[in-house]
């Protein structure tokens, strides 16, 4: 953590008031009213001297054996659930860790907005787009000012206090993602960074195993709406029937973002941002037009000419998203066009483009594999699809697919249909990636191939498909080796849940990749 990402500096006791916690000091000496906590970790190896270390009972590791490490690092404090003994550092003794945490990032916001200046905090959730949307908007409000944004996907009960931990009395933004495995969770986010703008960009299947509904799952994302600050701003996707629903929760005005955002029931009056004329450059990066709207002032407004640096026609809506809340803030639109058009690296393994070279050819890879959901695999097969980079769209396309999971009853039928629309995207190859020490991933993966291959033979003669099941990443990384062996002009697409496994090929390939190809 850097200085300027440091946390308004407090002291130990009223760090233990906030988390209303029993300070214990070091044997034989008192809690020093001088030491000044600048920073927060729950990592002893990211400890950095002035840091609170927050010792969490993980289910592999207790962050309380290592007290004593977080120390030698420079920790001044640690939060913990239970005295550890000859600590050489004072301790907080709270209930519970984790909120604790959530409590002490809660007093760092309200003291922040105790100042008086202006800061406001942007709350993102969806099904699939949060942390992209999260890096684009993260680029557009660092325009305007001091902005903290989570890294990566800390969208938790954990990472999301980590990343309000970090602002100080100069950040002008805070950008919170929130995710949940269920309902209640992003209720609970709210609480700690309560937003003055809350996002919602889709409600699809992601998860659908834990809600059980994708009305349980609407439900849940709608949570972060309620969360509002009185009078906050909800910017929703007008193009999601569950996300427009939740208009009526509302508690301040509503910002609309879509292809049809201005669409509105009758008589109603409306305001965002349009996107028009949907397509995508020599490059395949994503072209649109971008217009303001407000019904009530006469109909069209302003617009700008937009060309992403990031591949993937599904990223129009994550930068409308991000463009309605830069927009709302009093950035214009060419200058909201300009920036987009320069954020070329966001998180990793989201459509990351790059050259990997095998044996003398090679191929360019669309790493998509952070994780997967029925959606968004097939948003990244329409990448694949309409992938053009060189300029022209006559290209082997190959689909190297693993398991998505948390799917529910539904799993075996979710994953058939996600392997017969990847032959309909018209993919010349299909690489379903199971795994020979985990039964289920195998069989996830199996249901995948047999969706592909039922589609293939339904489309006998004319399809051209190959259709395999591997059940490890060696059998992967050699079957894409021998598909691209002599066709230069390769395209493969890496996506499935993090469990499946497919980050290890990516690692393997990152030693052959080239420079990257946007």
Same mark, same amino acid.
Not at 68 to 80: E, P, R
Not at 101 to 107: F, P
Not at 254 to 282: K, M, P, Q, T, Y
């Given at each position: 953590?850097?200085?300027?990402?440091?946390?308004?500096?407090?002291?130990?006791?009223?760090?233990?008031?906030?988390?209303?916690?029993?300070?214990?000091?070091?044997?034989?000496?008192?809690?020093?009213?001088?030491? $000044?906590?600048?920073?927060?970790?729950?990592?002893?190896?990211?400890?950095?001297?002035?840091?609170?270390?927050?010792?969490?009972?993980?289910?592999?590791?207790?962050?309380?054996?290592? #007290?004593?490490?977080?120390?030698?690092?420079?920790? %001044?404090?640690?939060? %913990?659930?239970?005295?550890?003994?000859?600590?050489?550092?004072?301790?907080?003794?709270?209930?519970?860790?984790?909120?604790?945490?959530?409590?002490?990032?809660?007093?760092?916001?309200? @003291?922040? @907005?105790?100042?008086?200046?202006?800061?406001?905090?942007?709350? +993102?959730?969806?099904?699939?787009?949060?942390?992209?949307?999260?890096?684009?908007?993260?680029?557009?409000?660092?325009?305007? !000012?001091?902005?903290?944004?989570? #890294?990566?996907?800390?969208?938790?009960?954990?990472?999301?206090?980590?990343?309000?931990?970090?602002?100080?009395?100069?950040? @002008?933004?805070?950008?919170?993602?929130?995710?949940?495995?269920?309902?209640?969770?992003?209720?609970?986010?709210?609480?700690?960074?309560?937003?003055?703008?809350?996002?919602?960009?889709?409600?699809?299947?992601?998860?659908?195993?834990?809600?059980?509904?994708?009305?349980? +799952?609407?439900?849940?994302?709608?949570?972060?709406?309620?969360?509002?600050?009185?009078?906050?701003?909800? #910017?929703?996707?007008?193009?999601?029937?569950?996300?427009?629903?939740?208009?009526?929760?509302?508690?301040?005005? $509503?910002?609309?973002?879509?292809?049809?955002?201005?669409?509105?029931?009758?008589?109603?009056?409306?305001?965002?941002?349009?996107?028009?004329?949907?397509?995508?450059?020599?490059?395949?990066?994503?072209?649109?037009?971008?217009?303001?709207?407000?019904?009530?002032?006469?109909?069209?407004?302003?617009?700008?000419?937009?060309?992403?640096? +990031?591949?993937?026609?599904?990223?129009?809506?994550?930068?409308?998203?991000?463009?309605?809340?830069?927009?709302?803030?009093?950035?214009?639109?060419?200058?909201?066009?300009? %920036?987009?058009?320069?954020?070329?690296?966001?998180?990793?393994?989201?459509?990351?483009?790059?050259?990997?070279?095998?044996?003398?050819?090679?191929?360019?890879?669309?790493?998509?594999?952070?994780?997967?959901?029925?959606?968004?695999?097939?948003?990244?097969?329409?990448?694949?699809?309409?992938?053009?980079?060189?300029?022209?769209?006559?290209?082997?396309?190959?689909?190297?697919?693993?398991?998505?999971?948390?799917?529910?009853?539904?799993?075996? &039928?979710?994953?058939?249909?996600?392997? &017969?629309?990847?032959?309909?995207?018209?993919?010349?190859?299909?690489?379903?990636? !199971?795994?020979?020490?985990?039964?289920?991933?195998?069989?996830?993966?199996?249901?995948?191939?047999?969706?592909?291959?039922?589609?293939?033979?339904?489309?006998?003669?004319?399809?051209?498909?190959?259709?395999?099941?591997?059940?490890?990443?060696?059998?992967?990384?050699?079957?894409?080796? &021998?598909?691209?062996?002599?066709?230069?002009?390769? %395209?493969?697409?890496?996506?499935?849940?993090?469990?499946?496994?497919?980050?290890?090929?990516?690692?393997?390939?990152?030693?052959?990749?080239?420079?990257?190809? #946007?």
């Amino acid at each position: 953590m850097s200085e300027d990402a440091a946390m308004i500096g407090m002291g130990i006791n009223e760090i233990a008031q906030a988390v209303s916690g029993t300070v214990v000091p070091v044997y034989g000496t008192g809690a020093d009213p001088n030491v $000044v906590v600048t920073s927060v970790a729950d990592d002893s190896r990211q400890v950095l001297p002035g840091c609170a270390f927050v010792a969490i009972a993980g289910e592999r590791v207790d962050g309380h054996a290592f #007290v004593a490490a977080a120390a030698k690092s420079g920790a %001044v404090v640690a939060l %913990v659930e239970h005295e550890v003994p000859d600590a050489p550092i004072p301790q907080i003794v709270v209930d519970n860790s984790v909120q604790a945490l959530g409590a002490l990032a809660r007093h760092n916001i309200d @003291r922040r @907005r105790e100042l008086g200046t202006d800061f406001s905090v942007i709350g +993102i959730t969806g099904s699939v787009g949060k942390t992209t949307t999260k890096d684009l908007l993260h680029a557009l409000l660092s325009d305007l !000012g001091p902005t903290v944004a989570p #890294v990566g996907s800390f969208n938790n009960n954990i990472g999301l206090p980590l990343t309000a931990l970090q602002v100080n009395e100069h950040t @002008r933004f805070l950008i919170a993602e929130m995710g949940a495995n269920h309902v209640g969770e992003i209720a609970n986010l709210t609480t700690i960074a309560p937003p003055d703008v809350a996002v919602v960009l889709k409600v699809g299947t992601a998860h659908l195993g834990e809600f059980g509904s994708v009305e349980l +799952i609407a439900r849940a994302k709608s949570e972060i709406v309620r969360g509002l600050l009185p009078d906050g701003i909800a #910017v929703l996707n007008a193009d999601d029937a569950h996300v427009a629903d939740m208009a009526a929760l509302a508690p301040g005005r $509503v910002i609309w973002f879509g292809e049809h955002a201005e669409d509105g029931n009758e008589g109603e009056s409306r305001v965002g941002l349009n996107a028009d004329a949907i397509g995508e450059d020599a490059a395949d990066r994503p072209t649109f037009k971008m217009r303001e709207y407000a019904a009530q002032e006469g109909g069209r407004g302003k617009e700008s000419e937009v060309t992403l640096a +990031i591949s993937g026609g599904h990223n129009v809506y994550n930068a409308l998203a991000a463009a309605s809340v830069a927009h709302h803030y009093g950035m214009t639109l060419d200058r909201i066009a300009a %920036v987009l058009r320069t954020v070329r690296v966001i998180s990793p393994h989201r459509m990351a483009i790059s050259r990997v070279d095998v044996a003398g050819t090679g191929f360019t890879l669309i790493d998509d594999s952070f994780n997967a959901n029925p959606d968004s695999m097939k948003a990244g097969l329409d990448a694949l699809a309409a992938w053009r980079g060189d300029g022209v769209r006559e290209h082997p396309r190959v689909a190297v697919l693993g398991a998505m999971l948390e799917l529910g009853p539904e799993e075996m &039928a979710l994953h058939r249909t996600v392997g &017969a629309y990847a032959v309909n995207s018209g993919v010349e190859a299909v690489i379903a990636v !199971g795994s020979d020490a985990d039964g289920h991933l195998d069989a996830l993966a199996h249901a995948l191939a047999q969706g592909a291959d039922e589609r293939v033979r339904a489309s006998a003669p004319d399809a051209s498909c190959s259709v395999q099941w591997v059940h490890t990443v060696d059998e992967a990384e050699r079957s894409v080796d &021998a598909f691209v062996a002599g066709r230069p002009r390769s %395209v493969v697409l890496v996506k499935g849940s993090h469990a499946s496994g497919l980050g290890s090929l990516i690692e393997r390939w990152s030693a052959r990749t080239g420079e990257t190809a #946007v």
